[in-house]
């Protein structure tokens, strides 16, 4: 892609002498302000396949806090492509402007399509997409979340070969993409685990489609009631989280991951003297429109 990114690195944790393992997070986050982490992972090569394809109009699926909404529409900005959004809850045509991810979006030029959960529901079917190629002609379609065959080859580039001295790889998992790619990058000696966002048994068989090796495993006791919910316990550790480390944390994944992480080192899952590397995937867009739901709750906010 033909603008400024920053190589990720690894920045080890201190835990204090309580713990007797080392920890590292990859600050995927620090890539692109704005097309950061698994998003950039993920669009990299589907990019270059709309332009050897000759398109420039890139078409995808969201809902209102999407950080892959954001990501496409900032990309869009900077390359010059033309982006639409087909985004989920046709109530939201009139509140663009009070959602920071929309709001944010149609600044970088998107436009959108504001469906209802029901048909969004039916987005991938022909006769869907049919109807979408009719109302803006030809486009190059990029799955919900950007989870295709081309954006696993791109999440399989955010393990290096210095990496293969961690024993645990730990990364959020949403559609199952970028730990689809982080397995077949790994080495058999790893474990994978993959941190659920949102409850289901569905993301087995997905992950599964993609991923090649079966040093996998998912730890789903982390999701907090599911998408996008969280509670005052885990804004409390992520704002403590960021004042002990200064790395800021999302409130749908990579929360929740951290959450997870540090629960399993207090009750000893880890052996002894492990090496564990955790994935920062970005996502720190979703800040602002998660403060501006906890004002109205009056809880505390995430700083």
């Not at 892609?1 to 590292?24: A, D, R, T």
């Not at 090796?213 to 998408?227: K, P, R, V």
Request: aromatic share 10%.
């Amino acid at each position: 892609m033909n603008f400024q990114v920053h190589l990720s690195k690894n920045q080890s944790l201190n835990l204090g002498s309580n713990y007797k393992h080392l920890v590292s997070i990859k600050r995927e986050d620090l890539i692109h302000p704005y097309i950061s982490g698994n998003k950039y992972r993920k669009l990299k090569y589907n990019l270059a396949q709309a332009k050897a394809e000759g398109s420039n109009i890139l078409l995808t699926f969201g809902g209102a806090f999407s950080n892959h909404i954001a990501a496409v529409a900032a990309v869009g900005k900077e390359l010059g492509f033309k982006t639409i959004g087909v985004i989920r809850g046709e109530e939201l045509v009139d509140k663009i402007e009070a959602n920071h991810t929309l709001k944010f979006a149609k600044n970088c030029g998107m436009m959108f399509k504001f469906v209802t959960r029901e048909e969004f529901r039916n987005k991938i079917s022909a006769e869907f997409i049919k109807n979408l190629k009719s109302e803006f002609g030809d486009f190059y379609l990029i799955p919900e979340g950007g989870t295709n065959d081309l954006a696993i080859k791109g999440c399989e580039e955010i393990l290096l070969d210095a990496d293969s001295e961690f024993d645990y790889i730990c990364c959020s998992v949403g559609t199952g993409g970028t730990i689809s790619g982080i397995i077949n990058a790994s080495k058999p000696h790893q474990k994978i685990l993959g941190f659920p966002a949102l409850k289901g048994d569905f993301l087995q068989e997905e992950i599964s489609k993609f991923a090649e090796n079966s040093n996998w495993q998912l730890i789903t006791d982390y999701h907090f009631g599911g998408y996008a919910k969280i509670n005052p316990e885990l804004i409390g550790f992520m704002n403590q989280f960021k004042s002990a480390h200064n790395i800021p944390l999302d409130p749908v994944y990579t929360g929740k991951l951290l959450f997870g992480v540090m629960d399993l080192l207090n009750h000893g899952f880890f052996p002894e003297k492990s090496k564990i590397l955790v994935i920062h995937t970005g996502g720190l867009q979703g800040i602002s429109g998660m403060n501006e739901l906890l004002r109205k709750k009056k809880w505390p906010l995430i700083i």
